[in-house]
């Protein structure tokens, strides 16, 4: 359990573990010499002790034996909360994006695929030619497919005809 007080010179909050009580510390804000008093109980019903008869009834009857130890003797390092923000001393720039794809190996490409470009002799093969372009590209390598809808201009009948195909960006 922490105990809570502040610096009777500076008002500066401080929190020190409660086996301290009764020790010597010095205010990290202000350099004062404080003297950690005993944990305020009010709770059990047993009164909360002025540092001064806290200090008689620790040397009388230490409530805590740690507390009158070598090891409560220990120097504490206590940190001062602060609100203010890290500042970042020095923020490294971002490199423009033609540096950037200057230095990737692999360009952006892109690829469509036609339904009326994979018909073969009456035999509709769009779906295994995108299959088979996007196993040679691999999975990891695809940025999107997009479905795309198009207009075309029937040789045998000279009328427009509308048909569909897939747009596929990619790494290559």
């Known amino acids: 359990m922490d105990v809570i007080f502040n610096c009777p010179k500076c008002e500066q909050e401080l929190a020190v573990d409660s086996s301290g009580a009764g020790s010597e510390i010095e205010c990290p ?15 059990s019903g047993i009164p909360t002790l ?12 230490p409530a805590n034996p740690i507390a009158s130890s ?3 003797k220990v120097e ?6 602060s609100n203010k923000a890290p500042e970042v001393l020095i923020a490294k720039p971002l490199a423009p994006l033609e540096v950037a794809a200057k230095e990737s190996d692999r360009k952006m490409r892109v690829k469509t695929i036609k339904h009326t470009d994979c018909i073969e002799v009456g035999h509709d093969k769009f779906d295994e030619v995108v299959t088979n372009f996007l196993l040679r590209v691999g999975e990891t390598n695809i940025v999107s497919i997009n479905t795309l809808t198009y207009t075309h201009l029937d040789i ?5 005809m509308t048909d569909f195909g897939v747009m596929i960006v990619y790494r290559g």
Do not use: D
Not at 76 to 81: K, Q, S
């Open 29 to 43: 804000s202000c350099g004062e010499t404080i003297v950690i008093p005993e944990p305020n109980v009010p709770r």
């Open 50 to 61: 002025s540092p001064e008869e806290s200090g008689a009834r620790l040397a009388a009857n």
């Open 70 to 72: 070598a090891a409560a």
């Open 76 to 81: 504490m390092h206590l940190r001062v909360p």
């Open 156 to 160: 045998g009948s000279q009328k427009l």
